[in-house]
């Protein structure tokens, strides 16, 4: 309960005194015109979706296939009021989903609960979460938690091979296609990587096909859109674009409307090499991390080869790997030393053989 009123007086302190316009985008403003045209027309948040007048109105107003964040904005303003801040609290309250499903991620993946309790803690007041989800009204905060959600479900196959996780894998790729439609390809990709580097015996040839048959069936709900965007990587300059990805953006080359990111930038650039310390431990401790480590490269890459896309925005979807690998470093540096007893049982038990 204290997080969670930390956490909403935040947006609830700046909105109520210091919010002058200065830290707004294009895009966030668009979408919050989208969720109040709709609003105006008539529709909610359930017939939006659900009737077909509803869908043609959201395509029409996102000019384009990117209705989902516009939809979230309905649904904000639906229940939060036709204000910018609406869908900043729901962010919030995503934030919180976020931290549930990573948890239950890093119990997965073989860490016990005082850990994974201290890394939550870490993620929800983590720097770059802070920000992206209490001062602005952009969608990177729900692509951050759709990828979480697809991660905990691929664990959750791993371990316990029930229908219903691959039915929620389906589910939370789903709406990337209309936000951000590339983001499933990657996914399966890293998803295909891990399994044929990590995974043994007949099990790897199953998840192999269930990965092969997802990524036909987005490629072919995509068809052109997929092959004429893909086109248009630069192969050549991946490596230097993703170094240059994974340090974006410099805390001194900010302008006045993304200088809310000063400070979040400059304890990136800070943490960064112990980061990659973290990271190096993380894949030592626990194979199923790797799967987020080789997502992680993976996106780096392909922004780092795609230059119209390269922005301060991209980096924070894959935030949460990030946050992982700083706190991973933080907790070995700093946890509690457990000294080493004085009592050698074993050499004990050798001693009492030979006496005998």
């Not at 939370?172 to 399994?195: D, E, Q, S, T």
């Amino acid at each position: 309960m204290t997080i969670s009123v930390i956490k909403v007086l935040i947006p609830f302190l700046y909105f109520a005194f210091l919010f002058d316009g200065t830290w707004t985008f294009l895009d966030d403003l668009n979408y919050q015109d989208q969720g109040t045209t709709m609003l105006e027309r008539g529709y909610n948040p359930v017939n939006a979706l659900i009737s077909a007048d509803g869908l043609a109105n959201l395509f029409s107003l996102s000019g384009g296939f990117h209705i989902v964040y516009g939809w979230w904005n309905v649904l904000a303003q639906y229940l939060f009021g036709r204000h910018y801040y609406a869908p900043i609290f729901l962010n919030v309250a995503l934030t919180f989903v976020s931290a549930y499903f990573l948890f239950r991620i890093v119990i997965l993946c073989g860490f016990g609960r005082k850990y994974a309790k201290a890394f939550i803690l870490f993620f929800l007041f983590h720097w770059d979460v802070l920000v992206w989800s209490s001062l602005v009204n952009l969608k990177e905060i729900l692509v951050l938690a759709l990828t979480i959600i697809c991660f905990y479900s691929f664990f959750q196959i791993l371990k316990t091979k029930k229908n219903i996780y691959y039915i929620l894998l389906a589910a939370a790729l789903f709406p990337f296609l209309f936000l951000r439609f590339y983001l499933p390809f990657l996914l399966l990709i890293a998803g295909l990587v891990w399994v044929f580097v990590y995974q043994k015996g007949k099990r790897k040839y199953n998840l192999v096909f269930v990965l092969v048959i997802g990524f036909i069936l987005v490629l072919n709900f995509l068809g052109a859109r997929a092959t004429d965007n893909f086109g248009r990587l630069d192969v050549i300059g991946a490596v230097p674009g993703a170094f240059r990805m994974a340090l974006t953006p410099r805390p001194w080359a900010l302008n006045e409307t993304s200088s809310f990111l000063i400070i979040p930038s400059a304890l990136h650039w800070f943490f960064f090499i112990p980061s990659l310390f973290g990271a190096w431990k993380l894949s030592r401790r626990s194979k199923e991390v790797s799967l987020l480590l080789i997502y992680l490269l993976i996106i780096l890459l392909f922004y780092g080869s795609y230059e119209a896309i390269q922005g301060i925005r991209q980096r924070f979807q894959v935030s949460f790997i990030f946050s992982w690998m700083q706190f991973h470093f933080i907790w070995l540096m700093f946890r509690k030393k457990v000294p080493h007893s004085k009592f050698n049982s074993h050499k004990t038990v050798v001693n009492i053989a030979e006496f005998r």
